[in-house]
């Protein structure tokens, strides 16, 4: 069977995800501002489907990456340093999805996020470091950016909790809610960067 390299898809699915996320957390929060807290959580619900999907399709491939070893020479950063970050962004997307659906609170997942976040900037580093990518300062970016956004679920995901029980958010709520956006929005940039090119680039070089 012949290796196929799925980053360039992988990298799309950040892309996607990043702005599923920015967008849902965006009209719940108009929501919030122009409603109250009463309509909160169902607009919140809108998102459980998509972001479960994503999910899904990323803990499939993660997984896939994950067990393919040896990968040709020269790829093994695909299923270390890509591929374990990649695996947990998945598996906290569908944690989100489930806790929604499920209607329990958000807070604990926001704090697995932010763990997850603190490990993206690791790696991120250990790639620009080891000058393991092409484009290691893009890597890095990316992956800091992911870790940022990471960070700031956890008082994001926080101040939700608040809000479904009908209490008012802390004052720091509109500013986490920026910075959050921000380092989505960055993350996904550097992630069309870099795979982008990418899908021509494997289109051509085909194994």
Do not use: C
């Amino acid at each position: 069977m012949p290796f196929i390299d799925d980053l360039a898809l992988e990298l799309i699915t950040l892309v996607m995800t990043s702005g599923v996320v920015v967008y849902l957390t965006g009209i719940t929060y108009l929501e919030y501002r122009k409603n109250g807290p009463k309509n909160v959580e169902e607009t919140l619900r809108l998102g459980m489907f998509p972001l479960g999907f994503l999910g899904a399709v990323i803990v499939t491939l993660g997984l896939w990456q994950e067990m393919t070893w040896p990968f040709p020479a020269g790829s093994a950063l695909y299923n270390i340093a890509f591929g374990d970050a990649y695996l947990i962004f998945g598996v906290i997307l569908l944690a989100v999805a489930l806790t929604i659906a499920f209607r329990q609170k958000l807070q604990i997942v926001g704090f697995f996020a932010l763990m997850g976040g603190i490990m993206a900037i690791y790696y991120g580093t250990i790639i620009y470091t080891q000058n393991l990518t092409k484009s290691p300062l893009g890597s890095l970016a990316m992956y800091t950016a992911f870790g940022i956004a990471g960070l700031f679920t956890f008082p994001a995901t926080y101040a939700y909790d608040s809000m479904a029980e009908g209490k008012k958010p802390g004052n720091m709520f509109g500013l986490t809610l920026l910075i959050f956006w921000l380092f989505f929005i960055f993350a996904a940039v550097f992630a069309a960067i870099i795979g982008v090119p990418a899908v021509l680039e494997h289109i051509q070089s085909t194994p």
